[in-house]
């Protein structure tokens, strides 16, 4: 969740518009996906499935990798070419864009591997997992965006849509902390 500062502080700073803020949103999804690979590589290395057809990590990497791609796209052509992209205005980009990354690594090799995060999970659940960050992603962050670009207080509205974007996240993860995982459980390599 920290790794929500990488945006906030920028925006309250005022020197971000509604590109530089999506598009680190965008690489954060990318990132995440990353992460989420590698997390059901390790559940298919780790927790023996005899049988098991076509593998999970393929199955996410052609279907989250397709729609991060589409959404890559979309953000480029309607708020990139729009705002005009990353020029001047937006100083400390990379340093996010670099935080946001360190994050998801500290994240899967203290948490994940760490942890043994396979052991209690599924590969359904890993699957399902991201989809739930990415709604609240595309409601909330990009519907923040066009209000911004059309209003006389972007900043404002960066900055609410941003602390909303946070507290569902909060939100999501409290939730998929407490579901329980289902499915049958094999033993753990």
Not at 58 to 76: I, K, R, S
Not at 105 to 115: A, H, I, N
Request: charged fraction near 10%; aromatic fraction near 14%; hydrophobic fraction near 55%.
């Amino acid at each position: 969740m920290l790794r929500n500062l990488a945006v906030l502080v920028p925006i309250w700073q005022g020197t971000w518009g509604v590109f530089a803020v999506l598009s680190v949103y965008w690489f954060e999804n990318f990132c995440s996906g990353l992460a989420q690979h590698r997390k059901l590589q390790d559940l298919e290395r780790f927790v023996a499935q005899p049988g098991a057809g076509f593998a999970p990590s393929a199955f996410f990497a052609l279907h989250y990798g397709l729609f991060t791609a589409v959404h890559g796209v979309l953000v480029l052509v309607f708020f990139g070419l729009i705002e005009g992209g990353l020029h001047g205005e937006h100083a400390g980009w990379w340093i996010s864009v670099l935080l946001v990354a360190a994050m998801q690594v500290v994240d899967y090799r203290v948490q994940w591997r760490g942890g043994a995060g396979w052991v209690h999970t599924s590969a359904a659940r890993l699957i399902v997992e991201p989809y739930a960050r990415v709604a609240v992603l595309q409601v909330v962050v990009i519907a923040g965006g066009w209000l911004a670009l059309s209003s006389s207080q972007p900043r404002t509205i960066l900055l609410v849509f941003a602390a909303l974007k946070f507290a569902a996240e909060v939100g999501t993860t409290l939730i998929w902390q407490r579901l329980p995982v289902r499915g049958p459980r094999r033993g753990a390599a």
